[in-house]
């Protein structure tokens, strides 16, 4: 059965630096999001991508966040300058209808 | 009002009895609502989905909907051992490509 699948697993970066997160959707499906969540929370939308462009994106998606489908199969978060609260699992998702299906996450650890 | 809510639990229920996990919702997000099911460190995973009044069962588990009382649930029949998760529930509307909004989640294990 298709996946959603994201890489890397886990990333451990500076605080300041730049990091691409990167998902590759399940095949047929049109519609993308990114969602985190911060340890021992409740997972939280960041962005919705459909067509190329954002359809719908959360106060947390600030500019420093960008989002990006560089081909046919990859969709990517990008975070500009991390900061220590950035910390998270981000959780790659892709819909058929109207359900959502997870990717297995990247654990993001900023020092 | 919080959008979706939930008890956080935990939750413990002797193997091979009957879960229930519950949640209610504000109007906003309330048309398509999940249930999924979280392992620690894992992913969200997709049980169930419900998006008329009443019922809807899928093998162990039935998901039922109450929208006159905001109010959606999850049982689990015959619970076993690997059913000990976080339970989360999510909804959003059913129109365009909007965001799930996610409940807490309940934590639920199952007692040998």
């Known amino acids: 059965e298709p996946e959603v699948t994201q890489t890397p697993s886990h990333q451990v970066t500076q605080m300041g630096q730049e990091v691409i997160l990167r998902c590759v959707p399940i095949?047929?499906?049109?519609?993308f999001y990114w969602y985190r969540q911060i340890l021992g929370q409740k997972v939280e939308f960041l962005v919705s991508?459909?067509?190329?462009?954002?359809?719908?994106k959360s106060e947390i998606f600030d500019d420093q966040f960008s989002v990006e489908r560089p081909d046919g199969s990859n969709f990517t978060l990008k975070i500009r300058s991390t900061k220590l609260e950035d910390s998270a699992m981000y959780f790659c998702?892709?819909?058929?209808?109207?359900?959502?299906?997870f990717g297995p996450g990247t654990r993001l650890t900023v020092l | 009002q919080k959008e979706v809510e939930q008890n956080s639990g935990p939750l413990s229920v002797p193997e091979g009895a009957i879960a229930s996990l519950n949640c209610t919702y504000s109007d906003r997000v309330s048309q398509s609502f999940f249930w999924y099911r979280q392992y620690s460190g894992k992913s969200p995973e997709l049980i169930m989905s419900i998006y008329s009044n009443g019922d809807k069962e899928d093998g162990r588990f039935t998901a039922q909907l109450n929208k006159a009382s905001q109010y959606v649930s999850l049982l689990i029949r015959d619970s076993q051992p690997s059913d000990s998760a976080t339970y989360l529930c999510?909804?959003?509307?059913?129109?365009?490509?909007?965001?799930?909004?996610f409940g807490t989640g309940t934590r639920l294990t199952i007692i040998p």
């Open positions: 999510a909804a959003h509307p059913n129109f365009g490509n909007e965001k799930l909004t």
């Open positions: 991508f459909y067509n190329n462009e954002i359809s719908e």
């Open positions: 998702a892709s819909r058929r209808e109207y359900e959502q299906f």
């Open positions: 095949s047929n499906h049109l519609y």
